[in-house]
T-cell receptor, first 109, second 115 residues
Framework: GQNIDQPTEMTATEGAIVQINCTYQ??????LFWYQQHAGEAPTFLSY????GLEEKGRFSSFLSRSKGYSYLLLKELQMKDSASYLC??????????FGAGTTVTVRA | EPEVTQTPSHQVTQMGQEVILRCVPI?????FYWYRQILGQKVEFLVS????????KSEIFDDQFSVERPDGSNFTLKIRSTKLEDSAMYFC?????????????FGQGTRLTVV
């Protein structure tokens, strides 16, 4: 089964840093994806963690602790275009990617 | 850049009618998925498909739903006897591998409105 928990909303100013936390309980856990979804659009891939630790990709970084069932997505140097919903998505070996409810990030000037 | 394409982008149907949503996955991908997102809610898994059969399905995916890969390129979702609560955005996705370690690429979705 799946139990994914992430904050509903976060607000930050342009140029700032925001960290979106996600806790999960996933049977047959394989790895954890983060997706970005702008309103009315499809989710787009941001990052994937399978091993513990930090994966950095430009302004975005993602961290995973398998033993704690915990991940975070770090957004640095926030830009207005980063205003979107960020979806925590644990994957399991049964060909299924399950999404959390998403964290809506609003970037203000 | 390869992409997943879905048709139609919008579909309006009367309650009780059947609809078929179409998807063309990325050509060398082997795993296909359907998700739905009711307005304002989270993206929900419906079904995954591999090697011409369903690999996994959620409790949402009951007898009202079916999937098919009628040829080498299309992947369809059929919804029979549509209900008002079936109104949602339906996303098709595909991935190269099904081991949970490869990202799924999503199509732009079909917005289904049942009236």
């Amino acid at each position: 089964g799946q139990n994914i928990d992430q904050p509903t909303e976060m607000t930050a100013t342009e140029g700032a840093i925001v960290q979106i936390n996600c806790t999960y309980q996933t049977s047959g856990f394989n790895g954890l994806f983060w997706y970005q979804q702008h309103a009315g659009e499809a989710p787009t891939f941001l990052s994937y963690n399978v091993l513990d630790g930090l994966e950095e990709k430009g302004r975005f970084s993602s961290f995973l602790s398998r033993s704690k069932g915990y991940s975070y997505l770090l957004l640095k140097e926030l830009q207005m275009k980063d205003s979107a919903s960020y979806l925590c998505a644990p994957s399991s070996n049964d060909y299924k990617l399950s999404f959390g409810a998403g964290t809506t990030v609003t970037v203000r000037a | 850049e390869p992409e997943v394409t879905q048709t139609p982008s919008h579909q309006v149907t009367q309650m009780g009618q059947e609809v078929i949503l179409r998807c063309v996955p990325i050509s060398n991908h082997l795993y296909f998925y359907w998700y739905r997102q009711i307005l304002g809610q989270k993206v929900e898994f419906l079904v995954s498909f591999y090697n011409n059969e369903i690999s996994e399905k959620s409790e949402i995916f009951d007898d009202q739903f079916s999937v098919e890969r009628p040829d080498g390129s299309n992947f369809t979702l059929k919804i029979r006897s549509t209900k008002l609560e079936d109104s949602a955005m339906y996303f098709c996705a595909s991935s190269g591998k099904g081991d949970g370690g490869t990202e799924a690429f999503f199509g732009q979705g079909t917005r289904l409105t049942v009236v």
